[in-house]
């Protein structure tokens, strides 16, 4: 992401930085054989608590259902979410990421963040309807973007995640956003992710009314005052970084405002998209509009698995005419500029830190009388085989 590939490539390494990019062989070199080296993945947003699940949860549609049962998935799950987290993010070692965005519930993702994990943006989720639970929320939120540090947590980041606009009241969401602005934290929101949320904010019907009823939180007319996606994105846009998730039914005038907004992100889920049977995304719309796009997993309640590599592999088929360095840009450069560490890690670039991902090839470049073409790094026949964070094996 920081240049043309290069054949026979040699990355030095010091101090778990990288010190230079050159082109061997050399013999004094740790030869990985015939792979290819591309900066360490980043998942822009999962949810770990749910990494022990086998399956996604059903069923997809409508929307609500599938909230439905899942809530009642994490009300019959133990309160120590321990065992799942770490499950989730040993796959993400083991398929090549070395950033993600995690949404927390609670604290247990920052205590299993470590030097042989990924490294982390962990996101407090904030959710609150009712005006006598908004005191209670803005505490929760200001404990986690204001902790006594430990040394063992000097690198992880904290910010924010207002749930979404149908869990959410308005009031809140700007006392949150007025937080993150003090704490210059980032923040993560769920927007324009269903029909269903469309429909709620535009008439105030729907079967998210429904749902809220019966969960008892209902009020009338909690939710931004115009009923409009870009008022959430106007309120966003005041944060220092802002990610906008999912992102499924951004209209034209959504997309015209998060052009003119460099700090904000769309991330973009793939497979969980299409787990849920969406129209397409408008994330080639996006980009054309030089909006950043990042990519995420969500979570294993929609997915089957946590592998970025996975998601890039499922584009790389969908869409054959977006080109390699495009896909890889969205999983690794855009996903570390949208949690605020561009200038650390999401490039092979000098003095960056020594996060890699290799990937064995299937294949050797094709020789032609112009010189090499190299094959497809995305390929679906290729597969990570190591993960290296600041210099350090964390997957081989």
Known sequence: MDGPPI?????????????????????????????AIIPGLVNAHTHLEFSDLTEPLTPASPFPSWVRSLMAQRQQRPS?????????????????????????????????????TPRGVVFREILGIGENVAAERLKIARRHLFPERTASESDILRGLSPHAPYSLSADLFRQLVDLAVEANA????????????????RSGTGLLVDMLKDFGVWRDRFWMPSGEIGE???????????????????????????????QMTVVYC??????????????????ERGVKVALGTDSRASNPDLSLWSELQFLSREFPDVSEDCLLRLATLNGADALGLADVTGSLTPGKSADLTVVQMSGGPEHTSTGPTPLSVISSENHVVATMRRGQWIHR
């Open 80 to 116: 120590d979410r321990m065992e799942a987290i770490d499950a989730g993010l040993n796959e993400s070692v083991a398929t090549g990421c070395t950033l993600i965005g995690e949404i927390a519930t609670d604290e247990t993702s920052v205590t299993r963040l470590s030097s042989e």
């Open 186 to 201: 980032t923040v993560a929101m769920h927007l324009a992710e269903t029909q269903e949320e469309m429909e709620l904010l």
């Open 232 to 262: 959430y994105l106007h309120e966003l846009s005041r944060v220092r970084r802002a990610l906008v998730v999912h992102g499924n039914y951004l209209s034209v005038d959504d997309i015209e405002l998060l052009a003119t907004q460099p």
């Open 7 to 35: 054949e026979d490539g040699e990355i030095s390494i010091v101090n778990g930085c990288i010190a230079g990019l050159n082109s061997g062989p050399d013999a004094d070199a740790t030869d990985l054989g015939n792979v």
């Open 270 to 287: 793939p497979r969980t998209h299409r787990f849920f049977g969406h129209p397409e995304h408008p994330w080639r719309r996006l980009i």
